[in-house]
């Protein structure tokens, strides 16, 4: 990947927690923003919950016109939601990004089974259309999104569990964080007053924002969040998967500074500066008081049996 993309990754698709729609492949930007701007709405529980499979009703077509694409919640692999009662409409998204909502996959998965698609599926752009009757919440909605891929694009997949190279996240120092990594206060489930300094995101997900262009500096904030949302864009950013092996499992507040890393200078001016600061594994590391150590352990990956261009409605 090289560092334009990588940029961009980190840009768009943190910026708004919004785990790789905006993935190690995928080239529509428009796309990614479209997907990024959706506003972020916490869904109210409930105390008895329908259970969803799949739509009442629904359309798919391909997208010919070149209008920016849209989305009327986000699909990004957190909480986040906002009701639609029902409805979806999206349009304009590669195929990918449906998949990857659908079986709420990690980078390197969508990295993996992108690398498994044919080129129609890479290149065509759809609209999607449904409506139920009834609320759904977003994990229904990935239900009725995987059950419509497989009525309408005859879509397979399996899974596949290797070992690979991971990188185990850890303390630093056993029972003690890092300064800008602090348990998140019980009696403010919707954090209405924690708000890291300088950057402020959707309770209960991560943002990111590049703080300086020219230095390639950027600033990642999470309000009452696991360590384990934290580790899809550590991901991101180490190029392999990060496993949660710090025993910390309660909900925290952080922010975290470091320098985007310069991969290639490909389609870089030579001139361009360095980037300034801290690498994220040195941020990491000093700022939050985790460390990410190089380890062998189990990878799921995702693997197309069977694909096809989608039925007529």
Same mark, same amino acid.
């Given at each position: 990947?090289?560092? +334009?993309?990588?940029? =961009?990754? *980190?840009?768009?698709? =943190?910026?708004?927690?919004?785990?790789?729609?905006?993935?190690?492949?995928?080239?529509?930007?428009?796309?990614?923003?479209?997907?990024?701007?959706?506003?972020?709405?916490?869904?109210?529980?409930?105390?008895?919950?329908?259970? %969803?499979?799949?739509?009442? $009703?629904?359309?798919?077509? &391909?997208?010919?016109?070149?209008?920016?694409?849209?989305?009327? %919640?986000?699909?990004?692999?957190?909480?986040?939601?906002?009701?639609?009662?029902?409805?979806?409409?999206?349009?304009?998204?590669? =195929?990918?990004?449906?998949?990857?909502?659908?079986?709420?996959?990690? !980078?390197?998965?969508?990295?993996?089974?992108?690398?498994? =698609?044919?080129?129609?599926? /890479?290149?065509?752009?759809?609209?999607?259309?449904? +409506? $139920?009757?009834?609320?759904?919440?977003?994990?229904?909605?990935?239900?009725?999104?995987?059950?419509?891929?497989?009525? +309408?694009?005859?879509?397979?997949?399996?899974?596949?569990?290797? #070992?690979?190279?991971?990188?185990?996240?850890?303390? $630093?120092?056993?029972?003690?964080?890092?300064?800008?990594?602090? /348990?998140?206060? *019980?009696?403010?489930? &919707?954090?209405?007053?924690?708000?890291?300094?300088?950057? /402020?995101?959707?309770?209960?997900?991560?943002?990111? &924002?590049?703080?300086? !262009?020219?230095?390639? #500096?950027?600033?990642?904030?999470?309000?009452?969040?696991?360590?384990?949302?934290?580790?899809?864009?550590?991901?991101?950013?180490?190029?392999?998967?990060?496993?949660? +092996? #710090?025993?910390?499992?309660?909900?925290?507040? %952080?922010?975290?500074?470091?320098?985007? /890393?310069?991969?290639?200078?490909?389609?870089?001016?030579?001139?361009?500066? &360095?980037?300034?600061?801290?690498? %994220?594994?040195?941020?990491?590391?000093?700022?939050?008081?985790?460390?990410?150590?190089?380890?062998?352990?189990?990878?799921?990956?995702?693997?197309?049996?069977?694909?096809?261009?989608?039925?007529?409605?």
């Amino acid at each position: 990947m090289n560092s +334009r993309r990588g940029i =961009l990754l *980190a840009a768009i698709n =943190l910026a708004f927690a919004v785990p790789l729609i905006v993935s190690l492949e995928m080239r529509d930007a428009a796309a990614m923003q479209a997907i990024a701007n959706t506003q972020y709405d916490a869904a109210s529980p409930t105390a008895t919950h329908q259970q %969803f499979t799949q739509f009442d $009703v629904a359309t798919i077509r &391909e997208n010919r016109n070149s209008a920016p694409a849209h989305v009327n %919640f986000p699909l990004s692999n957190d909480d986040s939601y906002v009701p639609t009662h029902g409805y979806m409409q999206a349009s304009g998204l590669p =195929l990918g990004a449906y998949i990857q909502f659908a079986y709420n996959m990690s !980078p390197l998965q969508v990295v993996a089974f992108q690398k498994q =698609l044919p080129d129609w599926a /890479v290149s065509a752009r759809y609209d999607i259309e449904a +409506r $139920v009757e009834g609320d759904p919440d977003k994990g229904d909605m990935r239900q009725m999104v995987r059950a419509l891929l497989a009525s +309408r694009f005859k879509l397979r997949l399996r899974t596949a569990i290797t #070992t690979a190279d991971v990188y185990d996240l850890k303390l $630093v120092h056993p029972g003690r964080v890092g300064p800008s990594l602090h /348990v998140h206060a *019980a009696d403010d489930p &919707e954090c209405k007053n924690n708000q890291p300094d300088g950057l /402020v995101g959707p309770c209960g997900a991560i943002r990111i &924002e590049m703080q300086d !262009p020219n230095t390639l #500096t950027l600033r990642m904030a999470g309000r009452n969040v696991t360590l384990d949302q934290l580790l899809f864009y550590a991901t991101t950013q180490v190029g392999r998967p990060v496993l949660n +092996r #710090t025993g910390l499992t309660g909900r925290y507040d %952080f922010t975290l500074t470091y320098a985007s /890393v310069r991969r290639t200078p490909d389609d870089l001016d030579v001139d361009a500066p &360095e980037p300034l600061g801290p690498s %994220f594994q040195d941020a990491v590391h000093d700022q939050l008081g985790l460390t990410l150590v190089l380890a062998k352990g189990p990878v799921t990956t995702y693997v197309i049996d069977h694909i096809e261009r989608p039925s007529e409605n």
